[in-house]
Structure formats: structure tokens, C-alpha cells
């Protein structure tokens, strides 16, 4: 199985550009999430979803959407990069009320 | 904000000593996890314990929970080089009905050999 899939792993972009990190998962979980990890802070719920078109905002949503049509992808658009969304963006999903999570290899983000 | 903190926030010891690592939280909780992450990749489920629970075990590791005082503890015991990560606790928030998970900055582990 492949689990958790990000792409792309690695991204530069520039202030005001726009981009789409993709994450699928073939696990048929129902919950998806997207946390980003800096040096010092730990992880930061960004967005989530509890089923396709069902999506909710975490802890740090600014700057970031989601959408969730289907069950097995929820991408993670940036509408105008800042230099503070530079990071680490780790996609992750689980069966719904479990809890354990199963996270992707994460994307990493320079916005320069 | 965060809901789990390590402590220490950095641990080095030798191979076959045990590690100790020490998570506090603020909030009623129905479960607690515990993660690793490798340098460059993503975090790994390692155990959870849920609040009716007080010590858990999985091969090499020892987890307790102590609700009383809001705290946890992981053991990694006769460790090895390979166990050099970082070590994340993370919460799932009472009644909150789904895995909505609040992680801590993470304890950093070094083995040497």
C-alpha cells in the first residue's frame, strides 16, 4: 500500500505566486488533515476533513485552502505566498474516531 | 496553540541506556499518542494510551498516563542508534468526536553508539 502521498516534496516559490500541494491517500480514511512543521513550534493543524465536502479550519488557516471531493485527495492551495508560509507541510489521515494518524513524507516549502 | 509539551527538549545518551521522555497537557483528553519522526520524514504512530488507561506497553516502549497531573511518560528502553528521532506527543481533545490532534514541539533523542 502506499498510504499517504504528497507531491511535490520539494517547491521554491516566490512572494504572490500561487500553488497547489496535493495529498491522496488509499487507505479509505475518512479524516484528512494538513499540519505544517516549523523549527521550534511543532506541528499546526492547518485545515481538515471529516468526509468529501466536509472541510474545517485548524489552528493556523490563514492563507491556505482546501477542498475535499473525493474521499482519497485533499490538496492544500496556497492563494499568495508569503515568506512566512515557508515550512514543512505534512499531510496526514485516519479511520474515523481512532485517532492513530498516518502521515505523508511531507512537502517542503520556500517562499522567497 | 499547544496542548502537549516535552520535556527535555533535547536527550542524548548511549546505546542500551534507557530514555525518559516527559509530556505535559493542559486539557481534559480521551486519548494520548505518542509519534517518532527520522530527520527528513514523516511522523510514525508509535502508541496510544486512552485516559482510562495508566501504563501501556509495545516492545521497547513504556508509556504512562497520569491524568491527575495532566502528564505522560515515554520509555524507550536499551536504546539503540536507530532510535535517534524526535519523539512527539499529541492529544485528541475530549468529546471533540473526531482525531483532531494537538501535537507538542517534540523531544529530540540522540543515541550514540
Known amino acids: 500500500n502506499a498510504g499517504v502521498t504528497q507531491t511535490p516534496k520539494f517547491q521554491v516559490l516566490k512572494t504572490g505566486q500561487s500553488m497547489t500541494l496535493q495529498c491522496a491517500q488509499d487507505m479509505n480514511h475518512e479524516y484528512m488533515s494538513w499540519y505544517r512543521q516549523d523549527p521550534g513550534m511543532g506541528l499546526r493543524l492547518i485545515h481538515y476533513s471529516v468526509g468529501a465536502g466536509i472541510t474545517d479550519q485548524g489552528e493556523v488557516p490563514n492563507g491556505y485552502n482546501v477542498s475535499r471531493s473525493t474521499t482519497e485527495d485533499f490538496p492544500l492551495r496556497l492563494l499568495s505566498a508569503a515568506p512566512s508560509q515557508t515550512s514543512v507541510y505534512f499531510c496526514a489521515s485516519s479511520y474515523r474516531g481512532t485517532g492513530e494518524l498516518f502521515f505523508g513524507e511531507g512537502s517542503r516549502l520556500t517562499v522567497l | 496553540s499547544q496542548q502537549g509539551e516535552e520535556d527535555p527538549q533535547a536527550l542524548s545518551i548511549q546505546e542500551g541506556e534507557n530514555a525518559t521522555m516527559n509530556c505535559s497537557y493542559k486539557?481534559?483528553?480521551?486519548?494520548l499518542q505518542w509519534y517518532r519522526q527520522n530527520s527528513g520524514r514523516g511522523l510514525v504512530h508509535l502508541i496510544l494510551?486512552?485516559?482510562?488507561?495508566r501504563e501501556k506497553h509495545s516492545g521497547r516502549l513504556r508509556v504512562t498516563l497520569d491524568t491527575s497531573k495532566k502528564s505522560s511518560s515515554l520509555l524507550i528502553t536499551a536504546s539503540r542508534a536507530a532510535d535517534t528521532a524526535s519523539y512527539f506527543c499529541?492529544?485528541?481533545?475530549?468529546?471533540?468526536?473526531?482525531?483532531?490532534?494537538?501535537f507538542g514541539k517534540g523531544t529530540m533523542l540522540l543515541v550514540s553508539p
Open positions: 494510551i486512552r485516559s482510562n488507561e
Open positions: 486539557t481534559s483528553i480521551n486519548n
Open positions: 499529541a492529544t485528541d481533545a475530549l468529546n471533540s468526536g473526531y482525531s483532531t490532534l494537538t
